[in-house]
C-alpha cells in the first residue's frame, strides 16, 4: 500500500516520479518540488509515492524483474543499497556529476562513501545517521547519574550495575541491527575491503561478549517487542521507564522520539555513545553511523539531467536543507549547511542542540565496508542471533560461527526485501 501525490507547478514539461522510503518524507518532498520551481523558475510536476522501509525494496525489486512502471528517482536507505549490488546497479552512476557539483567536497565523506561501491557513486547521502546516547535526563538526576561519568562502556557497565543493584532498574534497551555499527566503532565491519564477512573475529566476539554480560545482569535488555524502532517501544518501554538510554541516528530522535512519544518533550538529552579505549590507551570514535536515506536516479528514466538538477537542489539549498531538519526528519549530511543558525539552535523536545553535538561527532564517524551482503548479515544478526545471545542460549563464539554458515549458506540471494 503506498500514498500517492501529484504536485503541479507552472507546466507539465517535466513529469518526474520519485519513489520515498519514507511516509515522514512525503510533505517535505512535496515542499521541495514547489521550492525548486519557484527558487529556479524551472517547470516540474513530481510525483511522489511514499512507501514502508521494507517495502520500498520489495517495491522497486518487483520493477526491475518486470521492466516496467519504475520511477525517475529513488529514496533508499542505505541499509538496503547492498541489495540491489548482486547484478548491475538499476542506478546511475553521479560520480561525475557529483565532482561537478563539488559534493564530494560538502557532503560528508564517510557518508557518502555508503552509496559508492566499486569506484562508482550512486547516491546522495540525505542524513548525518551520526548514533548518540539518548537518555531520560529526569532520571538521571533521581539516580545520581553524571553523564560526565560515562566515558567508555566500561563505564556504562558499571554505573548499570549500581543501578541495577540498588534500585533494580535496568539502564539501556539494545537492539540487534545496532551491531554492525558497534563493531564500526570499536574498529571493525561487517566486511572487509576484500569482501571477507567478519575479517576480524575477536571484536566481534568481544562485543557480543561485553552485551552478553550486560544482558545477563539486566544492565542492556532487549525491547519487549524485539525493536527499538517499533512504536510500541516508546510508548511502553520508555514511557514507562523501564529503560534510562537508548541508542539511536540524528532521525530517531527528530523522528521516531517525537511521532511516539510527544508526551516526553523535555524529559530527554543526548549524549555522545560511550566508546572503547585503544590499544595504546587513547579513546575511539565516540559515535557511529545507522541507516540514513540516499537519493538515486533509476537507470530506465527519460529524464535523468532534470532529475540530477533536483537532486542538487535539494542538497545543496539551504532552506532545503534547513527543512529537512525542522521538519523532524534528519540532520543534513551537507557540510556548509551546518553554519545555519537554523540547525545549531536548541531542538524543542530535547532542550538541547542536536546539532551542536553531531557537528562535534562529526570527525569520528567511522567509514562503512559496502558490500552487496551487508543488508542480509545486518537482518541475519538481529533477527536470527543476536537475542540468542542477550538471553545466553548460544555463547559469541558460536554465534559469529553460525552467522559464518548461514551467509554461505546463500541467505545473501534472498530477493530484495524478502530478508528473515
Known sequence: MYFGTIFQSFGEDKNMSLWISSFQDQSYYEQMAEMYAEKSGSKINLQVEAYGFR?????LGAVMRTGEGAPDLVQLDETFFGVFLNGPPPFVDLTKKIRKAQLNKTLHKQRLEVFT?????YGVPQSLSALVLYYRKDMFEDFNIQPEDITTWEDFAKVGERLMSENGQRFLALDGTL????LRQKGSDLFDAKGNFIPDEDIAVSILSEFAKMAEKQIAVLPDRGSIFDPVFFSGDLEMGEVLCVIGADWYGLDLFQQFAPGMEGMWGMLPLPTWKKADGSLGPRTATFAGQGLMIMNSSKKQEEAWDFIEFVMTD???NAERFLQGNSFPAYK???KDPRLVSEQPYFEQSMGELLIELADEIPPVTVNPSRPQAIFLMKENFFSSVMYGTLTPEDTIVRMRQAMQGGFGDQPPGEQP
Open 55 to 59: 517495502e520500498m525494496p520489495d517495491k
Open 117 to 121: 561501491y566499486e569506484g562508482k557513486t
Open 336 to 338: 556548509p549547511a551546518w
Open 179 to 182: 551491531f554492525d555499527s558497534l
Open 318 to 320: 539551504a532552506d532545503a
